[in-house]
């Protein structure tokens, strides 16, 4: 079964630094990927997505993730951290081969991002 | 689109009290989600549906909670009766089969609070 693991429920960085969020997956097949951010009492956003194409993802606001098949690693950097990326972030994946639709989230990662 | 639009936004009820929350998915979708996220808990998803028809249900609570979708446009979730446990934010997400990534679409969430 598929599982997701996002190590760090909390990441403080001053701003101007770099940013990673940690995610692991298990799969029995090859996954798709995906990562989410919240902000304050708001829906889920979809940052990026991994769907078998390039490792290496480019998101929206900066952000990029690269799919490390051999360390099962989905992990989530942003160069320069900005005041505005203070939020809950998630790191999902997707459950099966087949078309289920189901996605399975990790516990998420606050950002706290210091002036 | 307007994306997947939930109401009420706030909901604050009294113990015991039937509650329904509405959920608008993004036209053309053929999945929808009902998710809970609490603090404690985190995101919990709750039941899914493929095409108006109940997939998975194992993650309702318990018999107080139960989900339709009549038709392709909207689904409810209610709780009956209400407890203080209850209280959380509901989230509705919809997603395309045929898009073969599975990414889900969040509505701005149901902030439920049972006194």
């Known amino acids: 079964a598929q599982s997701v693991t996002q190590l760090g429920s909390h990441v403080s960085v001053s701003e101007g630094a770099l940013v990673l969020l940690r995610c692991n997956y298990s799969?029995?097949?090859?996954?798709?990927l995906f990562w989410y951010v919240q902000y304050p009492n708001q829906g889920l956003q979809l940052l990026l997505k991994?769907?078998?194409?390039?490792?290496l993802v480019k998101g929206i606001n900066g952000f990029e993730a690269e799919f490390k098949k051999s360390e099962t690693s989905f992990h989530l950097t942003k160069p320069s951290a900005h005041m505005s990326d203070a939020a809950e972030y998630f790191c999902?994946?997707?459950?099966?081969?087949?078309?289920?639709?189901?996605?399975?989230f990790g516990q998420g990662t606050t950002l706290q991002v210091k002036p | 689109d307007a994306g997947v639009i939930q109401s009420p936004r706030h909901e604050v009820t009294e113990m015991g009290q039937e509650v329904t929350l509405r959920c608008k998915p993004i036209?053309?979708?053929?999945?929808l989600f009902w998710y809970r996220q609490t603090m404690m808990r985190g995101l919990e998803l709750l039941i899914y549906?493929?095409?108006?028809?109940?997939?998975?249900d194992s993650g309702m609570p318990e018999d107080r909670f139960s989900a339709k979708m009549p038709n392709a446009s909207f689904s409810t979730l209610k709780i009956q009766p209400s407890e203080p446990r209850d209280s959380a934010v509901y989230f509705c997400?919809?997603?395309?089969?045929?898009?073969?990534?599975?990414?889900?679409?969040f509505g701005p969430g149901t902030r439920l609070t049972v006194t």
């Open positions: 549906f493929n095409n108006n028809v109940p997939i998975d």
């Open positions: 036209s053309g979708h053929d999945y």
């Open positions: 799969s029995s097949v090859p996954p798709y």
């Open positions: 999902a994946v997707s459950e099966g081969s087949g078309n289920t639709g189901k996605l399975i």
């Open positions: 991994y769907t078998s194409a390039a490792t």
């Open positions: 997400a919809s997603s395309l089969s045929g898009s073969y990534s599975y990414e889900q679409y």
